[in-house]
């Protein structure tokens, strides 16, 4: 079980990235003009990485209690498949959509058998 818990770590900050990319790839392709593009862009990710570290974060003090924080990366991650839906990159999504759903269900297995 060991194994699997730290290849799920592996996992979700892989997917962690690939969120904060995709939704500031996607923030960034809406923008109008270069100076917005980037706002757009820089904006999303700093929001998106203060939620994920403030509420998320193994050693945040403020970190979600465990059935809520499967939802909180959930929603999250729904951001992530919207983003990348959201650019025409629809098997990103998919591919996306499905590790996602591994990754918290392995978290949510890992926590209810501790």
Do not use: C, H
């Amino acid at each position: 079980m060991q194994a699997l818990r730290y290849t799920n770590y592996l996992l979700a900050f892989g997917l962690e990235l690939f969120l904060l990319f995709s939704v500031s790839f996607w923030g960034y392709s809406v923008g109008k003009t270069t100076t917005t593009k980037w706002i757009y862009a820089l904006v999303l990710f700093g929001v998106l990485a203060a939620l994920w570290g403030i509420y998320a974060a193994p050693k945040s003090t403020m970190r979600i209690p465990f059935p809520w924080l499967n939802l909180f990366k959930i929603a999250m991650f729904s951001l992530g498949t919207l983003a990348f839906l959201g650019l025409g990159k629809t098997r990103f999504a998919v591919i996306y959509s499905i590790l996602s759903i591994i990754s918290v269900a392995i978290s949510y297995f890992d926590e209810t058998s501790s």
